[in-house]
């Protein structure tokens, strides 16, 4: 005996949703990216700007959609320098020169007076801080026994107590508006010990600069401010590679010590460096990315 199937029929007054169809049937459609990735109207801070990762950051910020940015150095000049070109770098991206408000401001952020001074700038310039990086740092090879007490005290002062200050600087303002986000830059030398190259110094900053994240995001979880770390592997800076063009033997190693085989680009750090800035790690702190590869997994 035959069966008849019938069909729902949707009411005359209701409409039906609309057949999704496979991206690949129209090519011109471009991909979709979350929107809380996006740096758009965050004022944004970067110490160690002028150079090195610490100006790979700001480009990053730059790529995503950052028109308010004070990039902080040693020297006014240079940081000037380096807010000027990436204000160029912006525009060749398609932005308005009118909307771009890059700023360069002279911080030695191994003194809390100066960190305060460079923030108070900030402050009165733009009126917020959103995100900030505490990349400013320095790496020396000596051998524990050799090492100088001064280069060793500068190293820490540097390294430790500039993330401090920039941290704390940072939360002040970050309390009162509601919270922000603050990415201090470990390494992978928080967790393991560089060889062939003795630096027992850094590695040990490193450790503390890990530490210290994880410390005060539990400290100021409740007021909006947000703290992780960041820990790059080896990398191909300008100086990385200024280094390693006089001693080929030291690149082979690093690279033959790392799972990837290869050491990293700039550019490898651009996704974790927004990721942590921007609102699409709104409920992470106290954690640690690490990019460096996969050595620390051996």
């Known amino acids: 005996m035959a069966t008849t199937v019938r069909t729902a029929q949707a009411p005359a007054n209701v409409q039906t949703p609309p057949v999704l169809h496979a991206r690949s049937q129209s090519t011109n459609v471009a991909p979709k990216t979350l929107p809380t990735f996006?740096?758009?109207?965050?004022?944004?801070?970067?110490?160690?700007?002028?150079?090195?990762?610490?100006?790979?950051?700001c480009r990053a910020f730059a790529d995503s959609g950052c028109t308010s940015l004070a990039v902080i150095d040693l020297k006014a000049s240079e940081a000037q320098q380096a807010?000027?070109?990436?204000?160029?770098?912006?525009?060749?991206?398609?932005?308005h020169v009118e909307d771009i408000n890059f700023i360069?401001?002279?911080?030695?952020?191994?003194?809390?007076?100066?960190?305060?001074?460079?923030?108070?700038?900030?402050?009165?310039?733009?009126?917020?801080?959103?995100?900030?990086?505490?990349?400013?740092?320095?790496?020396?090879?000596?051998?524990?026994?050799?090492?100088?007490?001064?280069?060793?005290?500068?190293l820490y002062d540097i390294n430790v107590h500039g993330a401090f200050y920039t941290a704390r600087e940072a939360a002040r303002h970050m309390t009162t508006q509601g919270g922000g986000s603050i990415?201090?830059?470990?390494?992978?030398?928080?967790?393991?010990?560089?060889?062939?190259?003795?630096?027992?110094?850094?590695?040990?900053?490193?450790?503390?600069?890990?530490?210290?994240?994880a410390s005060l995001a539990v400290e100021w979880a409740k007021t909006g401010v947000r703290v992780n770390s960041l820990s790059p592997g080896y990398m191909l800076t300008k100086l990385t590679r200024t280094i390693l063009e006089n001693d080929?033997?030291?690149?082979?190693?690093w690279e033959s010590l790392t799972?990837?085989?290869r050491m990293g680009e700039p550019e490898d750090?651009?996704?974790?460096?927004?990721?942590?800035?921007?609102?699409?790690?709104?409920?992470?702190?106290?954690?640690?990315i690490r990019v460096d590869g996969g050595y620390c997994i051996i």
Do not use: W
């Open 38 to 57: 996006s740096m758009q109207g965050k004022v944004c801070l970067v110490t160690g700007g002028a150079r090195g990762l610490g100006f790979d950051f």
């Open 259 to 261: 799972p990837m085989g």
């Open 183 to 213: 990415i201090l830059v470990a390494s992978m030398s928080a967790n393991i010990v560089n060889i062939p190259q003795p630096q027992t110094p850094y590695n040990a900053s490193k450790a503390a600069v890990k530490h210290m994240a």
């Open 83 to 95: 807010a000027n070109e990436l204000t160029a770098y912006a525009v060749d991206g398609g932005g």
């Open 248 to 253: 080929p033997d030291l690149k082979k190693t």
């Open 104 to 154: 360069g401001i002279e911080c030695d952020v191994s003194s809390e007076l100066s960190v305060q001074k460079a923030y108070a700038q900030i402050i009165q310039k733009f009126g917020r801080i959103d995100s900030v990086v505490a990349s400013a740092g320095i790496v020396e090879n000596y051998s524990a026994f050799d090492y100088p007490a001064d280069r060793m005290k500068r």
């Open 269 to 288: 750090l651009a996704g974790a460096v927004v990721f942590l800035a921007s609102d699409a790690s709104k409920f992470m702190t106290g954690s640690d």
